[in-house]
């Protein structure tokens, strides 16, 4: 950052808004990439839920303990949160369409295997929580690049509608998958779910083999992997509205995920149901969830975001709490209904919120966070109402975590989600490249960035606020320090300091830098009184070259 752009820009170039919502919820169907992988995901979702009854119900039928049926949801959703952080960098560093057929791939080849070694009578309750564990890692590397993806296929005015349309079809596969899974147990044992989860793959891999993906041609080299995870949390840690749709899903999913990890223990031992009325279920579950996704946007015009949250959140907690207390086919079935209505309404204001808050260049590696705190809460909810249960009973876990779901609530006090806000998070791009005459190496560093401002001392604790926010922007997008100094000489001399990790650490920040953020950096600016802009100057580590002196200097900044 040597210089910045005039000061007289106008400000309705700074003020952009995102072009106006596309008129119908199907409009992202009109576009031929989008349309093929919502259809090919639609089959393949409809093959995951299926094999996920086939695998809950036998492993009701090769162990008895409520520990070991919950630890099944556990298998397949703890490998979200070891992997979701180098996922989310992956699908940020490196080409995504790839990414996604690798995994695809992986995934097709567990499910033959466990499928082969059921239908051979060979699957035992380690060998069954194993390659669950497996596919929940093919998952977990294939989320954070799938949902990523979504902007690429659909223009930004249609956004919300294609993550509308993506939840739709999921729980639509949520209501189909599991009735099919459920009779296909029946008819000819969980091992034929397995082998058609497999093939149920081949449709996507086939999409993304012929999606023309544009890559986006970059002079920078690609961020490693542990620079680019730091770089994804640091942003999290810098977002105050990222770290409220975190905190309410963690709490959200931890309580509520008694409901999967125990339905099958409720279905077979208190209601004395068979695997055809657990798939049932999950259907209903389904089928409420597609309900949800079409009544949301009504709901979002009556009501305001928070208690839209609040009602579902609260529905969703008294249907665990009907589980528990009334385990019969219609009550169930009703309860299982208006579960998967909340559930929709609830995850989809999360993902959305997710989804408007970050721009391109950390999208995946935010959405990763969100699912590894998704994830987390999941395995952590799923161990914790599976030992409880054990300990206890079905009745006292469903109870409790309902309980809990309803006092949940408290955290909206400190924590609120946000649907409102337009910012443009398109790239600004208006720091020129820097003038130089040496040149540093891309991972020479630290780099140390001064700009001098000069400031009215009747306006220096408003010039302050405005940089405090300036300040966020900095660390959030790269800098590991940064600091604002008042010249005791000269009271209105005013010095920002940040310091970059490396000196092309520091060029991604020209990249970074969004049309909000440059209002933000704007109005900073806008209290200089000098006659030439704010003087800009990049000062290198002096023992930049020597690999263990810059590391501990680095490690004493942090």
């Not at 600091?483 to 490396?502: C, H, K, S, W």
Request: glycine fraction near 8%; include cysteine.
């Amino acid at each position: 950052m040597c210089n910045f752009s005039s000061l007289d820009k106008t400000r309705a170039d700074l003020a952009m808004k995102p072009p106006p919502a596309a008129t119908s919820s199907w409009s992202p169907l009109q576009h031929p990439v989008f349309r093929a992988l919502w259809l090919a995901t639609l089959v393949s979702n409809m093959g995951t839920f299926m094999q996920s009854v086939g695998a809950a119900w036998l492993m009701t039928s090769l162990s008895t303990s409520p520990a070991m049926v919950a630890l099944v949801q556990a298998a397949g959703i703890f490998p979200m949160f070891l992997l979701s952080l180098p996922a989310g960098a992956l699908a940020d560093i490196i080409d995504r369409r790839r990414l996604l057929l690798a995994t695809q791939a992986w995934m097709m080849v567990a499910a033959a295997l466990l499928a082969a070694l059921t239908l051979l009578g060979a699957a035992s309750p380690w060998v069954l929580l194993s390659f669950t564990f497996l596919l929940g890692l093919g998952a977990a590397m294939n989320a954070p690049a799938w949902q990523a993806i979504i902007p690429e296929l659909v223009p930004r005015r249609e956004l919300a509608q294609a993550i509308s349309l993506n939840s739709a079809g999921f729980n639509l596969s949520r209501a189909v998958g599991p009735a099919l899974g459920g009779a296909i147990v029946a008819a000819a044992g969980a091992g034929a779910t397995f082998m058609l989860n497999a093939v149920s793959f081949l449709g996507v891999m086939v999409v993304l083999y012929r999606w023309p993906r544009p890559v986006t041609d970059t002079a920078l080299p690609a961020e490693r992997m542990v620079a680019a995870i730091h770089t994804g949390l640091r942003y999290v840690r810098h977002s105050r509205g990222l770290q409220a749709i975190l905190w309410r899903t963690g709490i959200f999913i931890l309580f509520s995920s008694s409901l999967w990890a125990l339905l099958p223990l409720v279905v077979r031992y208190e209601m004395g149901g068979s695997s055809a009325d657990y798939g049932i279920l999950l259907g209903c579950f389904g089928a409420g969830a597609v309900a949800g996704a079409g009544l949301l946007p009504r709901m979002q015009r009556h009501l305001p975001v928070e208690a839209l949250l609040a009602g579902v959140t609260l529905i969703a907690a008294a249907m665990i709490a009907v589980t528990a207390l009334v385990p019969h086919m219609a009550a169930l079935v009703a309860a299982m209904v208006l579960s998967g209505a909340a559930w929709l309404v609830v995850v989809s204001l999360f993902n959305v919120a997710i989804q408007i808050a970050v721009p391109a260049w950390v999208r995946a590696r935010v959405l990763a966070v969100y699912m590894l705190v998704f994830a987390g809460g999941f395995s952590a909810g799923s161990a914790i109402w599976g030992t409880v249960a054990t300990h206890q009973s079905l009745k006292a876990a469903l109870l409790w975590s309902a309980g809990g779901l309803g006092l949940g609530l408290l955290a909206a006090i400190r924590h609120r989600v946000n649907l409102d806000d337009e910012s443009d998070l398109t790239p600004s791009l208006h720091w020129p490249e820097p003038h130089l005459i040496l040149e540093p190496r891309p991972e020479q560093g630290p780099v140390l960035v001064t700009v001098e401002y000069l400031i009215e001392p009747k306006q220096s604790g408003q010039f302050a606020k405005a940089m405090r926010a300036l300040g966020v922007i900095r660390r959030r997008d790269g800098a590991i320090r940064w600091g604002l100094f008042q010249d005791t000489a000269n009271p209105g001399r005013y010095l920002e300091t940040f310091i970059v990790e490396t000196w092309v650490e520091h060029l991604r920040q020209h990249e970074r830098m969004t049309v909000a953020d440059r209002s933000i950096e704007e109005k900073a600016f806008s209290f200089h009184v000098g006659a030439a802009r704010p003087q800009v100057q990049h000062l290198i580590h002096a023992y930049g070259r020597r690999g263990r002196e810059r590391k501990k200097f680095i490690r004493s900044l942090k």
